[in-house]
C-alpha cells in the first residue's frame, strides 16, 4: 500500500464543509477565514519511546495526536477548524493504520475539525498535527497576561496521566478499575475545547497542562513579567482514582509535576469570579481555584502538608547534549 491509497482509503472524505476550497490531495490546501477572525496555528509532534511507550494502541494514538493539538487551541480561546496530519510509519498495516484513523477521525468529527492536508512517509513511528482554529479579532487568550491578584484556576483533575503511565510502564495488563481508568486518562486525553472559547473575556491568561502544572504555569509567570505565586496544596484537584491507587500524598505529587493531563490552567482577575463558577455548572468537567498570582517571583505552596512537597526540578523539558 502506497502513501496515495493511505490517503484515499483512510483519511480522504466525499465532500468539504464551507471554507475549505481546496482539501487534501492536492499539493496545498486553500482555506476561507470568517470575515472579521484571526488564526490561530498550533503544532505537536508525537514520538514513538518519547511521547508514547511501543505497542501503544493505535487508536488511542490517532485521537491523543489530535487531541494534544487541539488542548492548544483551546488554551487561547479559539474554535477548531482545519488539520494537517503528517504520520511516519515503519510499515503499512492495514489494521495499525485503520484505528489510528478511526481514533483520529472520530475526535475531528466531534469538533467539526476537517483533515485538509499532510504528508505520509516511512521511517520510525512518528506523528506530526498542524491544527488551525480562528477566534474573533483581538480576543486570543496568551500566557502574557496574568497580574498580581489573579486567581489561579485548573479545569478537571491534575496527575492521573503520570500515574497511568506508572502502571503502562510497570507492564502489568490492570484488571484494577480506577487503574484502567488512569490509563485512559494518559491514552485518550480530554481537550477543554468548550471551556476554552468560553473563557474569552474572562480569562487574562492561560495554557495547556502538557508538562505539569508547576512548569506549565511557570510559563504564564515567566512570560507575564516574572511574577510568582501561592499555591494551596489542599485546593489541588486530584481524582478518587488516583487517591485510590496512590494515596493522597503521591497523588498531590503528581497533580503538581506530572504532566500529559492537558487540563487548562488558567487566570482570572477577581471580578469575574462569579461569572467563573456559574460557568463550571455549563461543562461536563469541573473547576477549581487553587491559588493566586503575587508580585514576588516564584511559586510557594501552603498548606498544612505543603512542606513534604518540592517545587523545584518539576516537569519536562526536551533537552540536547551541547554540541562540540
Known sequence: MDEFEIIDRYFLRGSYPTGVVVGISDDGAVIENPAGEETVLATDTLVESVHFPVGTNALDLGHKSLAVNLSDLAAMGAVPRWALLNLV?????????????????????????????????????????????????????????ARPGDQIWISGSLGDASIGLGIVQAGVDPADPDEVWLMRRLNAPQPRVTLGCSLRGLASAAIDLSDGLLADLG?????????????????????????????????????????????????????????????EKQQDHQITKIGEVCADEGIQLTGPDSKHYNVTGAGHLHNWPDGG
Open 219 to 279: 510559563h504564564i509567570l515567566h512570560y507575564s513579567g516574572g511574577l510568582g505565586a501561592v499555591l494551596e496544596v489542599s485546593l489541588l484537584p486530584v481524582s478518587p482514582a488516583a487517591l485510590a491507587v496512590c494515596g493522597q500524598r503521591a497523588a498531590r505529587s503528581s497533580a503538581l509535576a506530572g504532566g500529559d493531563d492537558y487540563e487548562l490552567c488558567f487566570t482570572v482577575p477577581r471580578r469575574h469570579e462569579a461569572e467563573i463558577e456559574a460557568l
Open 89 to 145: 510509519l515503519p510499515q503499512a498495516d492495514d489494521d495499525w493504520i485503520s484505528q489510528f484513523s478511526l481514533g483520529f477521525m472520530s475526535l475531528a468529527d466531534e469538533y467539526d475539525v476537517v483533515l485538509i492536508g499532510g504528508d505520509t512517509c516511512r521511517g520510525p513511528l512518528c506523528i506530526t498535527v498542524t491544527v488551525v482554529g480562528t477566534l474573533p479579532a483581538g480576543t486570543a487568550i496568551t500566557r502574557g497576561g
